[in-house]
């Protein structure tokens, strides 16, 4: 017992591998002496942060950690030769399910001019605080199914309110999901994927999803998996959704 | 004030149904705000972006604040420290556990262990380190604390226990490295250390209760 009670500075300070800090923590549920020292000297290690200094955070900080994170994060997992090449041909298909149309185009113009109409009427009749906080669409992309099985279609759209930007993408008739399956939306930038995460429809199909725009982040199109579940970084089930062809 | 702008999309789709317009725009913003640190936890285990950056925001002061004093004011160090702790936080599968504490100790402890494996990497590039930092560390002047309390609560302690604290706490040696330093054996630090921690704890104690008395 002794013995095992010399480990307590060790558990304390972290020095413990995986294995010895289970095997401590185990002595710690047996040992009154242990659990009560612990406790009190955990008081004390947890106020010793608070010597830190208050800094202040460069601002550009947090679009280099959410680029770090999302980039790290899905460029993680099996790193083989057989992976990339997978995902240069997702990326093939990807491309070519997007070409760009006139529809599109059509359709997003009467939306902006819809939009200024709209923040016009609103210009005249309302304080002007409120037209500065305005949510403008900046982007918009009409989807659709593009598997047999499915009549899936709806839009994704950005919209800027201030300095934030945030992607809605609104679904409808989607295929009921089995399990823990998702639908996940993928963001495509030079080649390059974003998650921009997942979502599951209700009981009658409809499903939506919300994901505020890292930084300056650009994006040219826009695709929707189906997946196993909710937790990939990366793409692992079929494409099912795309952007509208005329 | 988003709400008006979904009016734009009629032309092309049905609008969604209202509780939709709030849920999404609860969920973008006010509501995450609103959130425990325990559901905010909960939804980053479910890879949900937005809860992720309310975290960022939410903890972002303390957690670069602590990794510029690890560096000792390198800003480039913190500020890649700071992405690790935030992949790690992402990509982890080792979970904040609410029964053990509150999420900022937990947050605490897993920068102070991402900085101390970057200060180890970066000590064996050294040569004569052990030496060369152990005597910075002597001469070193504390600099002005935010925190009165634990200050004076540290001023209680001696010198001696005081580095042994900074050695193991802020500088990343390991207690075995201290003894070598110290030339003494392990269990011997092991309970200086001990003994500084409780005695430091006594005082934090003390105060926190004079200052209730006080009020
Ligand atoms: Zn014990």
Not at chain 1, 2 to 27: I, P, S, V, W
Not at chain 1, 137 to 147: A, D, G, K, M
Not at chain 2, 173 to 192: D, F, H, N, Q
């Amino acid at each position: 017992m002794a013995n095992e009670c010399e480990h307590l500075m060790d558990y304390l300070a972290g020095e413990l591998t995986e294995k010895e800090a289970e095997h401590f923590q185990r002595h710690l549920s047996r040992c009154e002496q242990c659990s009560s020292e612990l406790e009190q000297l955990q008081e004390a290690w947890h106020s010793l942060p608070s010597e830190a200094e208050h800094a202040d955070v460069p601002p550009e900080l947090k679009s280099e950690v959410m680029n770090f994170v999302f980039n790290e994060a899905s460029a993680e997992s099996p790193r083989t030769m057989d992976a990339s090449e997978k995902i240069t041909a997702w990326t093939h298909r990807f491309i070519k399910g997007f070409a760009p149309i006139t529809a599109t185009i059509i359709v997003l113009l009467f939306i902006v001019s819809a939009g200024l109409l709209y923040e016009n009427i609103q210009l005249r009749s309302t304080a002007t605080e409120r037209i500065t906080n305005a949510a403008k669409t900046t982007q918009l992309f009409l989807l659709q199914s593009i598997v047999q099985t499915s009549h899936a279609k709806g839009y994704a759209a950005v919209i800027k309110t201030g300095d934030d930007r945030e992607l809605i993408v609104n679904l409808k008739d989607l295929p009921i999901l089995k399990g823990k399956e998702a639908y996940q939306v993928w963001l495509l930038k030079d080649g390059k994927r974003q998650n921009a995460g997942t979502l599951r429809p209700a009981k009658d199909g409809h499903g939506m999803l919300t994901y505020r725009l890292p930084g300056e982040y650009k994006f040219d199109a826009i695709g929707i998996t189906l997946e196993p579940n909710a937790h990939g970084t990366k793409p692992r089930g079929k494409k099912v959704i795309g952007m509208a062809q005329g | 004030m988003t709400v008006p702008f979904f009016f734009n999309f009629e032309p092309f789709t049905s609008p969604p149904p209202c509780d939709n317009f709030k849920r999404i725009i609860e969920e973008g913003g006010e509501s995450l705000r609103k959130k425990s640190d325990q559901e905010l936890m909960k939804l980053i285990e479910q890879k949900h972006r937005s809860a992720f950056e309310e975290l960022y925001d939410r903890y972002i002061n303390l957690i670069y604040s602590y990794s510029l004093k690890i560096t000792k004011g390198n800003q480039e160090k913190a500020k890649e420290i700071v992405q690790h702790v935030f992949l790690r936080i992402w990509t982890t599968k080792s979970r904040y556990d609410p029964n053990k504490g509150l999420l900022i100790n937990w947050l605490i402890t897993v920068t102070r262990n991402i900085s101390i494996d970057f200060i180890r990497k970066e000590k064996k590039h050294e040569e004569k380190q052990q030496m060369m930092v152990a005597e910075t560390v002597i001469t070193q002047e504390s600099k002005p604390f935010q925190n009165i309390h634990i200050e004076d609560a540290k001023k209680r302690l001696t010198d001696e226990q005081q580095r042994l604290i900074r050695l193991l706490y802020w500088e990343g040696y390991s207690l075995r490295e201290i003894a070598a330093m110290e030339e003494e054996p392990i269990g011997t630090v092991k309970s200086r250390l001990h003994q500084s921690l409780k005695r430091m704890r006594q005082h934090l104690k003390t105060e926190k209760e004079g200052r209730v008395d006080g009020q």
